[in-house]
């Protein structure tokens, strides 16, 4: 299993461009979840899906910031216009549905990371 | 609400020493509990859970007890390594609802 890929790994662009953060979850795992690490607020769960949906996504900043998931195999999270102090590194995770995490599976797999810089 | 509280880093330590990373949580109910590592460049990964009061979790040499009665979740080692330095979170899950996680406590060991 290739785990959680993310892409880009880095990413540095100018303030009021529009980035596009991109996420393949492990084959199977029915949650997604993106989140959003600064040495200020430390680790913050931006939103999260189940089985493609939307379930929570009361720590989205702005109207700024939106994330999709089209299929169970892929989801972007958007920024546009971004800004300097969106400048983070955004992570990944995936989960197995409850009856197999109360089983002992692995809670989250977390992806790399996407380290993006606005200047 | 569910929330983690961690000691405050950087934790340095020469290696071979005695490592305790405190934890502490805030939860109705009785939460599953987890320590995350996060390697330099590197998503965080699941180091070890426990899931009910009493449940020691162990993995990699690492040890952390679930204590009911004092609300923590406190990380230990016998002996760390270079290669141990990383942070460490703390975490908490009720039911399925999202992990929340402690700020973090970074460990640097030095040979």
């Known amino acids: 299993d290739a785990g959680v890929i993310q892409s880009p790994r880095h990413e540095v662009t100018e303030m009021g461009q529009e980035v596009t953060l991109r996420c393949k979850p492990i084959s199977g795992h029915d949650y997604l979840f993106w989140y959003r690490q600064t040495m200020m607020r430390g680790l913050e769960l931006l939103i999260y899906f189940n089985n493609n949906v939307p379930i929570d996504d009361s720590g989205m900043p702005e109207d700024r910031f939106s994330a999709k998931m089209p299929n169970a195999s892929f989801s972007t999270l958007k920024i546009q216009p971004s800004e300097p102090r969106d400048s983070a590194v955004y992570f990944c995770?995936?989960?197995?549905?409850?009856?197999?995490?109360?089983?002992?599976?692995?809670?989250?797999?977390f992806g790399a990371g996407s380290r993006l810089t606005v200047l | 609400g569910n929330s983690v509280t961690q000691m405050e880093g950087p934790v340095t330590l020469s290696e071979e020493a005695f490592l305790t990373i405190n934890c502490t949580y805030t939860a109705t109910g009785y939460p599953s509990l987890f320590w995350y590592v996060q390697y330099p460049g590197e998503g965080l990964q699941l180091l070890l859970k426990?899931?009910?009061?009493?449940d020691k979790g162990s993995n990699k040499g690492f040890e952390a007890t679930y204590r009911k009665e004092t609300t923590s979740f406190h990380l230990e080692k016998g002996s760390v390594q270079v290669s141990d330095s990383a942070v460490y979170f703390c975490?908490?899950?009720?039911?399925?609802?999202?992990?929340?996680f402690g700020t973090g406590t970074r460990l640097l060991v030095s040979p």
């Open positions: 975490a908490l899950m009720k039911g399925f609802q999202k992990l929340v």
């Open positions: 426990a899931t009910k009061a009493d």
């Open positions: 995770a995936s989960s197995p549905d409850w009856v197999r995490k109360t089983a002992g599976a692995n809670v989250l797999t």
